[in-house]
């Protein structure tokens, strides 16, 4: 049964890059048949959206592997039920990451990760409200995008932008509004984060 639900979530996992693409070349013409399908009447707040739709086989992937964690955590410690429950656990893990890293849909395999598995940040993060428009279009170079950065562009439009102040930066001077160009591995996952980066924005 195990065996089965893994290889089940992993053909559908795998289908998840070419889904994007689909989904990225349907959405080019904002006025086509299929954008107005989609798009109206606008998906309520706290509603799947489409590219949240076909991803949420792998966040109940994900949901059932920390609810396993969890029982497991709860059985008497070398029982015939831990052992049995570790070893549904384990199975699943080494799916997830099959999943994950090898298909390349989440977590990098390495990259920026030391022996420790440290996270080493050389630049700062960017958030999301400081984006203000995207490229995904760079014809020289099919698996580049491009992001544009303004500090106080799309700031206020952020629902928690006023609850609190940011005490984690002091406030900077001169700010100017700058690109970022970044690069995917493949055009099937420039695919995939443009259409979650687009979602978040």
Same mark, same amino acid.
């Given at each position: 049964?195990?065996?089965?639900?893994?290889?089940?979530?992993?053909?559908?996992?795998?289908?998840?890059?070419?889904?994007?693409?689909?989904?990225?070349?349907?959405?080019?013409?904002? +006025?086509?048949?299929?954008?107005?399908?989609?798009?109206?009447?606008?998906?309520?707040?706290?509603?799947?959206?489409?590219?949240?739709?076909?991803?949420?086989?792998?966040?109940?992937?994900?949901?059932?592997?920390?609810?396993?964690?969890?029982?497991?955590?709860?059985?008497?410690?070398?029982?015939?039920?831990?052992?049995?429950?570790?070893?549904?656990?384990?199975?699943?893990?080494?799916?997830?990451?099959?999943?994950?890293?090898?298909?390349?849909?989440?977590?990098?395999?390495?990259?920026?990760?030391?022996?420790?598995?440290?996270?080493?940040?050389?630049?700062?993060?960017?958030?999301?409200?400081?984006?203000?428009?995207?490229?995904? +279009?760079?014809?020289?170079?099919?698996?580049?995008?491009?992001?544009?950065?303004?500090?106080?562009?799309?700031?206020?439009?952020?629902?928690?932008?006023?609850?609190?102040?940011?005490?984690?930066?002091?406030?900077?001077? +001169?700010?100017?509004?700058?690109?970022?160009?970044?690069?995917?591995?493949?055009?099937?996952?420039?695919?995939?984060?443009?259409?979650?980066?687009?979602?978040?924005?």
């Amino acid at each position: 049964m195990n065996t089965a639900l893994c290889v089940a979530y992993r053909k559908y996992c795998n289908g998840l890059k070419k889904a994007d693409c689909v989904l990225v070349n349907k959405s080019r013409n904002s +006025n086509c048949d299929f954008m107005k399908f989609i798009t109206e009447p606008p998906v309520p707040r706290k509603r799947p959206d489409l590219t949240t739709f076909i991803h949420r086989p792998l966040q109940h992937f994900r949901e059932i592997l920390k609810h396993m964690q969890m029982i497991a955590s709860h059985c008497r410690v070398d029982s015939e039920e831990q052992i049995n429950f570790n070893s549904i656990i384990n199975e699943l893990q080494t799916s997830y990451r099959e999943i994950t890293v090898g298909g390349g849909l989440m977590e990098p395999i390495g990259e920026g990760l030391s022996r420790d598995r440290v996270l080493f940040i050389t630049e700062e993060p960017i958030s999301l409200s400081t984006v203000t428009d995207s490229c995904f +279009n760079i014809r020289k170079k099919g698996t580049e995008f491009r992001l544009t950065i303004d500090p106080s562009g799309r700031q206020i439009e952020s629902p928690t932008v006023h609850c609190a102040p940011d005490l984690t930066r002091t406030p900077k001077k +001169n700010l100017k509004k700058r690109y970022v160009v970044l690069r995917a591995p493949s055009t099937e996952l420039k695919a995939v984060w443009q259409n979650l980066l687009t979602r978040q924005m």
